[in-house]
Structures are given as structure tokens and as C-alpha cells.
């Protein structure tokens, strides 16, 4: 079974363009978690979708947003990119959280975000 | 809110050596508490769970932990590390509330030395 992919793997950006992360969760996996690594920060939580409904966010502010599709897929998008957006963007995926909500999540290769 | 801590931020150990990494979790419940790996350029990878029963947990590539309630830990060993262990350890943990969101501890980076 292929994992978690992410795309693309590095981007840059000038701040204040906006920036669109995808993710392709594990086939059959249902729940799409975003996280966010930085040095400072360490790795946050931006946000959960499952069913094509946010489930849970994090303490980011409103430019971070997302979305889910029918087929599970999630993008991530931030907007009027500040340069401490920079960062490696984390997604992972889980099966079913609604079952088992400590059910293990899976993560994929991150895509590094520079923001100039 | 809970909270994990690795109070170690950078360890090194020799090759064969035996490891022990620190996590100290902050939750009046008894959370679900994971350990990942991060090798540069990669994502995160799972190397064991807990949730409840048996207090020492197997995991992949030899690794085992073990929670303590009493002193509120879950700490990483391997009895003899390999050169490709060489990498950053994350504890995590999760409220078994509803919410799926992983709260990470801040890292210890381990260094191999030959």
C-alpha cells in the first residue's frame, strides 16, 4: 500500500502571495491531519478533516485554512504568507478517528515551505 | 492543556551503547502516548503506542518503552543502538476526548558515534 504523499516537496514564496499544499492520505484512510514544524515552534496542529468536515483546529490564525475532498485528499492553504510561515507542512492520515480516536496516524514527507 | 517535555534536547551515545530518551507528559487522565523518529528530510515515522494495559510496549527496530504513572513518563530505550539510529525523537500524546490532535514534545535529536 503506497503512504501518505505530499506535493509538492519544497516551494518558495514571497510573502504575502498565498501557497496551496496537497495531500494523498493512505487508500482507505478517512481522517487528513495537518501539522507544522518549526524550529522555534516545534510541531503544531493546525487542523483535522474527516468526511470533508473540519473536526478539530488548532491555535493558528484564519489565514491557514483547509479542505477535504470526496476522494479523502486534503489541501492546505495559507494566504498573505508571512516569512514565519516558513516551515516543514506535515500531514498525516488515519483510518477511521471516529472508532478509535487514539487509532495511529501516518505521516508523509512533508512539504518545506521557504518564504522569502 | 497537556503537555509532553523531553528534557533532553541532544544526546550521544556510542555504538552499541544502551539509550534511554526522556518524556514527562502533563494530563490528569491517562492520555495515549506515542513515540516517532524524524531522519533529516523526513517525515515523522511511528516507533511504538500506548494506550492501556501492559505498561512495557514493543516497538519497531528494537525499541521498547515503558509507562509509569507515578511519575508521569514514558521513556524510550533501546538496549543496543545502531549507527542508523542516528535521528530526532518526538513523544506525543493524545487526549482520548474527541480530538485527534497530536501534542508533541520538542525533540531530542540523538547522535552515533562509531
Known amino acids: 500500500k503506497a503512504g501518505v504523499t505530499q506535493t509538492p516537496r519544497y516551494l518558495i514564496k514571497t510573502r504575502g502571495q498565498q501557497v496551496t499544499l496537497s495531500c494523498s492520505p493512505i487508500?482507505?484512510?478517512?481522517?487528513v491531519s495537518w501539522y507544522q514544524q518549526t524550529p522555534g515552534q516545534g510541531l503544531q496542529f493546525l487542523f483535522e478533516?474527516?468526511?470533508?468536515?473540519?473536526?478539530n483546529k488548532g491555535n493558528f490564525p484564519g489565514r491557514f485554512s483547509g479542505r477535504q475532498f470526496s476522494n479523502s485528499r486534503s489541501e492546505m492553504n495559507v494566504s498573505t504568507l508571512e516569512l514565519g510561515d516558513s516551515a516543514l507542512y506535515l500531514c498525516?492520515?488515519?483510518?477511521?478517528?471516529?472508532?478509535?480516536?487514539?487509532?495511529?496516524?501516518?505521516f508523509g514527507p512533508g512539504t518545506r515551505l521557504l518564504v522569502l | 492543556a497537556q503537555s509532553v517535555t523531553q528534557p533532553d534536547i541532544h544526546i550521544t551515545v556510542s555504538e552499541g551503547a544502551s539509550l534511554e530518551l526522556r518524556c514527562n507528559y502533563s494530563?490528569?487522565?491517562?492520555?495515549?502516548l506515542f513515540w516517532y523518529v524524524q531522519s533529516p528530510g523526513q517525515g515523522l515515522q511511528l516507533l511504538l503506542k500506548?494506550?492501556?494495559?501492559?505498561?512495557l510496549v514493543q516497538g519497531i527496530k528494537g525499541f521498547e518503552a515503558e509507562f509509569k504513572r507515578s511519575q508521569s513518563s514514558f521513556n524510550l530505550r533501546k538496549p543496543s543502538v545502531h549507527w542508523s539510529d542516528a535521528a530526532e525523537y518526538f513523544c506525543?500524546?493524545?487526549?482520548?476526548?474527541?480530538?485527534?490532535?497530536?501534542?508533541f514534545g520538542s525533540g531530542t535529536r540523538l547522535q552515533v558515534q562509531p
Open positions: 498525516a492520515s488515519s483510518m477511521d478517528p471516529v472508532v478509535a480516536v487514539q487509532e495511529t496516524q501516518y
Open positions: 506525543a500524546v493524545i487526549v482520548g476526548t474527541g480530538r485527534r490532535a497530536l501534542t
Open positions: 494530563y490528569g487522565a491517562t492520555p495515549y
Open positions: 487508500s482507505g484512510h478517512r481522517s
Open positions: 500506548y494506550f492501556s494495559g501492559d505498561t
Open positions: 478533516y474527516f468526511s470533508e468536515t473540519q473536526r
